[in-house]
Nanobody, 128 residues
């Protein structure tokens, strides 16, 4: 059974950077390795709907970003960890950030379509 665990959240000041990590384990069902899963990053602010931010495909296929974070956020993956580097943070970036896995190596843009395993989230608060 696959598991995703986010970390790296906390309180940061506007303009600062944070790197979130998503540790992934257990995705070896039927011989699939993590390389065959697309991993997405999402966030949800209090009172708001969940927002798709980025999706990093497996097998070196493309990464997709929402316009709201393009140029500031960068997703990457290294073995069993997926990262979200967040730069130039703004107060409106305050949210709980989640990673999720989709059992396909390609993303459906940066949407949550097909994401069937989710982490519990890590809170990022951007405030002076």
């Amino acid at each position: 059974q696959g598991q995703l665990v986010e970390s790296g959240g906390g309180l940061v000041q506007p303009g600062e950077s944070v790197r979130l990590s998503c540790a992934v384990s257990g995705f070896t069902l039927d011989g699939w390795t993590l390389d065959y899963y697309a991993i997405g990053w999402f966030r949800q602010a209090p009172g708001e709907e969940r927002e798709g931010l980025a999706c990093i495909s497996g097998l070196n296929h493309p990464t997709y970003y929402a316009d709201s974070v393009k140029g500031r956020f960068t997703a990457s993956r290294d073995k069993n960890t997926v990262y979200l580097q967040m730069n130039s943070l703004k107060p409106e970036d305050t949210a709980t950030y989640y990673c999720a896995a989709r059992p396909a190596y390609y993303c459906s843009g940066y949407s949550d379509y097909g994401m069937d395993h989710w982490g519990k989230g890590t809170l990022v608060t951007v405030s002076s």
